[in-house]
């Protein structure tokens, strides 16, 4: 019988392993080993802090979401609400004890990493709304009961990140949120109305701006207008993307990158090093490791028989792209910098430790794609 039994259970393991998608676990293995070799790279060739710390957070995180992917997706649904809670803690804490650098106060020190909630608040948004209307039905939507509610849930987290401030990331927490109100059939008015209030108190919001973060809109208006300061960052961010050219100068040759033209290279412009040394191919290649990525999420969530699953999937899918998007918008001169990361790619604990946990909810979905959850 306890033969039987154990028989039994390694067969449902190995059901479960197989249950993987193995496309994705590539696509993001391949993109994990790029990271890497673009971190040594911004090391200088060598095996320093930077190139280190990211390699062992990405093989831990990796690891950490297979682990995630066995867990049942029913437990992640019944874990939504405080999943947000938790999160939603960790910004006050952050808000009021947290680290301070460069005049934001967004960490909190566990000493093994510098947490930063507000990229754990870009995932337990939309585990948070996937729950919120697994069970509501479309014709139930759009009830005003049904609006207030994700609006407050939204607002709330938003509201933090922007005191610490952190004006990009609430940016992307609120995007996050936006996309999975749509996917849930929110009606377009309500979408149009907001964009019309947004755009007539976007003058009265900008006086209420840091100075730092006014600097950065008149900056992408004008980059020249202070090409040693404020502008400098774009500036040379196009030069080293415009200089790859189509094959790039080679691996550990990039100029603007070795001599220092490229503040923050590590963090959101890691895609300008990249793109200098390997091109416009190296760089279309990137992208559509990307899109195979996003590919296999959305796949995953067409497939999943429960709307929690659905929800998750195509909202995380959808956010992935937008942060592709955002980031590689800002490097290359299209939108104002934001301080938005590229997933996997950029330098950070946080952002990939969150970027993981989606990944694995995806995962766990894809293997209890059967799973009906009430």
């Known amino acids: 019988m306890f033969i039987q039994s154990s028989l039994s259970d390694k067969s449902t393991f190995f059901q479960k392993l197989r249950s993987l998608d193995y496309i994705m676990l590539f696509t993001i293995l391949i993109i994990g080993i790029i990271s890497s070799f673009a971190m040594y790279s911004t090391d200088g060739g060598e095996l320093r802090y930077h190139s280190e710390s990211h390699i062992i957070r990405f093989v831990v995180f ?78 139930n939507v759009n009830r005003v009961r049904n609006i207030i509610i994700p609006i407050l849930i939204l607002i709330i987290p938003i509201s933090l990140v922007i005191s610490q401030p952190d004006l990009g990331t609430s940016i992307l927490i609120a995007l996050s949120g936006i996309i999975v109100l749509w996917l849930a059939g929110v009606n377009i008015k309500y979408f149009f109305y907001s964009s019309l209030v947004f755009i007539i108190s976007a003058p009265f919001v900008i006086s209420f701006l840091k100075p730092y973060q006014k600097l950065r809109i008149l900056t992408f208006f004008d980059p020249d207008k202070d ?35 490229l503040p923050e290279k590590h963090t959101d412009f890691i895609f300008t090093l990249f793109s200098e040394e390997f091109g416009f191919v190296g760089s279309i290649l990137l992208l559509i490791l990307y899109a195979i990525l996003i590919f296999r999420i959305l796949r995953i969530g067409s497939l999943s028989r429960n709307f929690f699953g659905k929800f998750f999937c195509f909202g995380f899918g959808s956010a992935i792209f937008v942060y592709i998007a955002v980031n590689m918008s800002m490097v290359l001169g299209l939108l104002p910098i934001v301080g938005s990361p590229l997933p996997i790619m950029s330098y950070g604990g946080s952002s990939m430790l969150a970027t993981m946990i989606g990944l694995g909810i995806v995962m766990s979905t894809k293997i209890y794609s059967r799973q009906l959850i009430s």
């Open 62 to 139: 990796f690891t950490m979401m297979i682990f995630i992917s066995f867990i049942n997706i029913k437990t992640w649904h019944t874990l939504g609400y405080l999943f947000y809670i938790i999160v939603l803690g960790l910004l006050v804490w952050a808000s009021l004890f947290g680290i301070t650098a460069q005049g934001s106060q967004r960490w909190i020190d566990l000493y093994f990493i510098n947490l930063q909630p507000s990229e754990l608040m870009k995932i337990a948004i939309i585990i948070c709304f996937a729950k919120y209307y697994h069970r509501i039905q479309v014709a």
């Open 227 to 261: 090409p040693l300061g404020a502008g400098y960052q774009i500036i040379q961010s196009k030069i080293a993307v415009g200089s790859g050219g189509l094959t790039g100068k080679g691996f550990l040759k990039g100029t603007q990158g070795y001599l220092e033209f």
